[in-house]
């Protein structure tokens, strides 16, 4: 386990207290804290990690699931939960069945509200600065998330705290306007410093990988994206803008690509990956909600001589399976992003099943052991096939929306998983199946790829680099076959798919490059209206309506 974040058995209480309560209206204000150092510790903590719970599940859940990443299936009504996943991978979410899932709406809200408390309460002294600018850039960060899946959003300033008019909804391209605003206003005031005290913290390196993030979709943010006539070929007047905000990344000389691809997302990983700008950190006992093996591990894979080299005593849930489209990305030779796939990659991209092995705890590589369940040996396939026939009851099983692969090991093998965030399974098996892996959410190989990507659509070339030498940048240190020739834009998007799989940033590359509409998993069998730009928002969920009624559901939901 991680222990660099063990704190105080107080500031742990007052931190545990404050964050459970993420149902927290815009204009609440807190309980007033004891003026010490600890107490302000423990709402700076509220502020910066508010989103820690939802990242760890919900958030994964929704935005995974509703890219091409992957499918989540059931198994005879196990896991089905009224649909709320697979409907999200059918893109026909229900704001009243996946209201767990949209409802970290409220999470990243409770971050903007610790944000304007705590802005409030310190005033705008110039001796407040050095807090100041990181609560405002993680404020910011909030918005964006809120403006980049939802759309419309709330501006919420501090300044409008005690105002007893409702909080409306502001315009999407307004939202942009002032995340861009704000974050330019308090860029220079943010930490510059990259060190063990600043991880996971706002630095100025952030406010810039967030600025590049929010020009490179301008187009998106701007105009209307839920329209048929939107396209993503449109000319962006923020590409110079993008391309300056990675160069001053680049040429800070603080992040460098020179960690293994692999161990950058095993449970050691932390302060020491120079990739990482801006990251989520967490432990299994300190900084817990992280749990992404309980749903990427086959469903009995926990048992004796599993999926793991040690025994798991929690239980897997295995309903979150790559979608055979998605997984065909993994078929350059020799990459070493292949290696997080439990399946077949690279030369063997071709052969439609996958022979098992467990994989050892230490090093998240596959053993000489075979997975076996009952004797039988494990085999996964390529393919997700939905059951048929009759079940255990005499019922006809026919396919239809539940997804349901069938409560066999054949069903509970359908799919290749993912092993990105591979698992300690001794803290998973003492800590509920929390986890120690750490979730970047901005990489310096993400400002690399932006940079290639601003100037492929017409940006300004800079320091002397060309989308050839950026994008074999990426090839290079994962020693995929490098390009001799400039990437368009689909090289581009499938070479993101390879590098970020897991971030959380899929469905917000396939909407850019006009792709989210695309043939994949079972969208098209299931929901005839799957092609509805519309879905390029997604809906509020009926909790997030529920507690403002003066706002209305998006379109088309």
Not at 174 to 181: L, P, Q
Not at 457 to 463: C, D, E, K, S, W
């Amino acid at each position: 386990m991680k222990t660099r974040y063990f704190i105080s058995a107080a500031l742990l209480a007052l931190t545990t207290v404050s964050c459970t309560d993420l149902d927290v209206d815009i204009k609440s204000q807190y309980t007033e804290y004891p003026d010490s150092e600890i107490a302000l510790s423990a709402r700076i903590n509220n502020a910066y990690y508010a989103f820690r719970g939802a990242l760890g599940r919900r958030y994964d859940e929704l935005i995974s699931c509703n890219s091409d990443e992957y499918t989540a299936v059931s198994f005879d009504g196990d896991y089905l939960n009224g649909r709320d996943m697979s409907n999200i991978s059918l893109h026909m979410v229900n704001a009243d069945a996946s209201n767990s899932q949209l409802a970290v709406y409220n999470d990243i809200q409770a971050g903007i509200v610790n944000c304007n408390q705590l802005l409030m309460d310190l005033g705008e002294g110039e001796d407040q600065v050095s807090l100041i600018a990181p609560l405002r850039a993680a404020r910011a960060f909030y918005t964006f998330l809120l403006m980049d899946n939802w759309g419309d959003t709330p501006i919420i300033d501090y300044k409008v705290l005690d105002d007893n008019s409702a909080i409306e909804r502001s315009p999407r391209a307004e939202v942009a306007k002032w995340i861009e605003s704000e974050l330019l206003a308090i860029r220079d005031d943010c930490p510059s410093e990259v060190s063990e005290a600043t991880y996971g913290t706002p630095t100025c390196w952030m406010v810039d990988a967030l600025l590049a993030k929010l020009y490179i979709n301008w187009n998106v943010y701007t105009q209307d994206v839920t329209s048929s006539s939107w396209s993503s070929t449109t000319p962006n007047e923020k590409l110079n803008d993008c391309i300056t905000a990675c160069d001053r990344v680049i040429k800070s000389q603080l992040f460098n690509l020179n960690d293994g691809y692999k161990e950058k997302f095993m449970y050691t990983n932390g302060a020491q990956i120079k990739d990482f700008i801006y990251a989520m950190p967490y432990d299994a006992v300190t900084a817990q909600g992280m749990s992404y093996a309980r749903f990427r591990t086959w469903r009995r894979g926990q048992n004796d001589n599993g999926f793991y080299s040690i025994e798991m005593t929690n239980s897997v849930g295995g309903n979150m399976t790559l979608t055979p489209q998605f997984v065909e990305l993994f078929c350059l030779p020799g990459d070493d992003r292949n290696t997080v796939i439990a399946g077949n990659t690279g030369e063997n991209i071709d052969e439609e099943s996958f022979d098992v092995y467990q994989y050892d705890n230490a090093t998240g590589m596959p053993t000489n052991v075979r997975n076996t369940y009952k004797g039988d040996l494990v085999t996964f396939s390529k393919s997700i096939t939905l059951a048929t026939g009759y079940d255990e009851d005499g019922n006809l099983r026919v396919p239809n929306a539940d997804l349901n692969c069938g409560a066999t090991l054949t069903g509970w093998t359908q799919g290749y998983r993912s092993i990105k965030f591979f698992p300690d399974i001794n803290d998973y098996n003492v800590y509920s199946r929390n986890q120690d892996n750490d979730v970047p959410i901005f990489r310096y190989a993400d400002i690399i790829l932006m940079k290639c990507e601003a100037i492929v659509r017409g940006g300004t070339a800079t320091l002397g680099d060309t989308p050839q030498s950026l994008f074999n940048q990426i090839r290079k240190y994962v020693h995929a076959p490098e390009l001799n020739h400039d990437p368009d834009l689909q090289e581009i998007l499938d070479e993101r798919g390879r590098e970020f799989l897991d971030e959380h940033w899929r469905r917000n590359d396939l909407i850019r490059f006009g792709d989210f509409e695309r043939d994949w998993g079972f969208k098209y069998d299931y929901n005839p209206d799957a092609a509805n730009p519309q879905y390029r928002l997604l809906p509020l969920a009926r909790d997030v309506l529920n507690a403002n009624a003066n706002w209305t559901q998006n379109e088309g939901y």
